[in-house]
C-alpha cells in the first residue's frame, strides 16, 4: 500500500528527491521513514520521522532531509551532494509505534538510487 517513486541515476555531487504516499487503506501511522539496502549489504535506516521529530543516519546527515508531504501519509526524502555509497535500494516505511514498540509496518516495493563516480 506504499508508493515510492523518484529514483534514478545521478552524477556524485547531485541530488534527487524520493516520494512515498501510502493508499488510504491503511491503518494509523505516526511514523515513517526511509531504508536503503546497498548491493551485498544489509538493510539499514536512513530517516525517519515522527510527532518526536526526524532522525537520520550518520552518514547522511547534513545532506539528507526527511519531511512530510502536504498529503496525510506522505514523506519525502531530499537527497543532496550525493556520493556512490549512496547507491542503494531505497524503501519506504509507514508505521505504527506504541511507545518504542513496533505495532505493524508497511513496505514499499522499493526504489533504485545509482550514483556514478
Known amino acids: 500500500p506504499l508508493v515510492e517513486s523518484g529514483g534514478g541515476l545521478v552524477h556524485s555531487g547531485g541530488s534527487l528527491r524520493l516520494s512515498c504516499a501510502a493508499s488510504r487503506g491503511v491503518f494509523t501511522i505516526n511514523t515513517m521513514a526511509w531504508y536503503r539496502q546497498p548491493p551485498g549489504k544489509q538493510r539499514e535506516l536512513v530517516a525517519s520521522?515522527?510527532?518526536?521529530?526526524?532522525n537520520y543516519a550518520d552518514s547522511v546527515k547534513g545532506r539528507f532531509t526527511i519531511s512530510r508531504g502536504d498529503a496525510k501519509n506522505t514523506v519525502n526524502l531530499q537527497m543532496n551532494n550525493l556520493e556512490p555509497e549512496d547507491t542503494a535500494v531505497y524503501y519506504c516505511q509507514a508505521a505504527y509505534y506504541n511507545g518504542d514498540t513496533l505495532q505493524y509496518d508497511y513496505w514499499g516495493q522499493g526504489t533504485q538510487v545509482t550514483v556514478s563516480s
Open positions: 520521522i515522527s510527532t518526536s521529530g526526524t
